[in-house]
């Protein structure tokens, strides 16, 4: 494991200082999801007021215990990015600043380790611990790291912008920990590929990319993973999903059941959207 800068071990003391900074509950955010009520297949602003405020919000995520949900957000005043989070509490839900951000921040399956680019923090009795590098295969300086999410078989998908913009992966083979390789022309194709989610048993990642066929700045993509193990083309989720504007930063909640996102167009900063799961199970191949 590499030593960490002076800078890293004051942003990590900050993410253990500020965790239990709790501020009161709304009275409106109860039960699950922070009580908000349910989309169906159009999409909606998440927790507007809450969570989707008048700043930049973005990369939204719950533990999968669904009582933690975490996002950063982007203060219009300062410009300082931090890393947000809703605790559940005899069902109500209380905001919280954990610290600030470091990468593109999410949270593996285990609930057990918060990864945040090249970097990653695992929990504690006591909240979250100092921020640690994964390892040398991934601390490279001519590698750009936005986003690495993992399943719960230990693959990691991870983004690299100082490389054309692409994605790699990486898995666990026989017990050891594979070097990242960059994946085929089926996902690396077009403008840029970034910010990528992989589902926790491997069977598919969603990323945002710029392509001519797109609807706009940016879109979701989606591609299972085949029978053999290779992944299929790139979908496109469609004009539901997908505007003239911005789309990134996708994952699915723990359950399965909703798929959120960011979208960003001329007059908002950028806001939380989810919309129910089956827009991805209605583009699911049929592998019988």
Not at 28 to 35: A, E, I, K, M, Q
Not at 97 to 120: E, I, N, Q, S, W
Not at 183 to 207: M, Q
């Amino acid at each position: 494991m590499k030593p960490i800068t002076l800078l890293m071990v004051l942003m990590s003391a900050s993410l253990m200082s500020t965790e239990n900074q709790a501020k009161p509950a709304l009275d409106s955010l109860t039960g699950p999801y922070l009580g908000q009520k349910k989309p169906g297949g159009v999409p909606q602003i998440f927790a507007p007021g809450a969570v989707s405020s008048k700043h930049r919000d973005y990369n939204a995520f719950f533990s999968p215990d669904m009582t933690e949900f975490y996002f950063t957000r982007r203060d219009n005043d300062t410009g300082n990015w931090t890393l947000m989070s809703y605790v559940q509490q005899n069902n109500q839900w209380h905001e919280q600043v954990v610290g600030p951000r470091v990468g593109r921040p999410f949270l593996a399956p285990d609930g057990k380790t918060m990864h945040l680019g090249k970097y990653y923090m695992e929990r504690t009795a006591c909240g979250w611990g100092s921020l640690q590098v994964l390892g040398s295969m991934f601390d490279r300086n001519d590698w750009g790291i936005m986003r690495l999410t993992s399943s719960s078989k230990g693959t990691y998908i991870l983004d690299d912008y100082k490389s054309g913009d692409i994605i790699r992966i990486s898995e666990v083979v026989n017990g050891q920990r594979q070097p990242p390789v960059a994946l085929g022309p089926e996902i690396n194709t077009g403008k840029y590929n970034a910010h990528p989610f992989i589902a926790p048993d491997d069977s598919y990642i969603i990323w945002d990319g710029q392509r001519e066929e797109g609807y706009g700045d940016s879109d979701l993509y989606i591609s299972f993973r085949k029978k053999d193990g290779s992944w299929g083309k790139a979908i496109n989720l469609g004009p539901q999903v997908n505007t003239s504007g911005r789309e990134a930063s996708a994952s699915v909640s723990p359950d399965g059941k909703y798929l959120f996102f960011n979208r960003n167009v001329a007059s908002t900063e950028g806001d939380i959207y989810w919309v129910d799961a089956q827009v991805i199970e209605q583009l699911r191949p049929d592998q019988k």
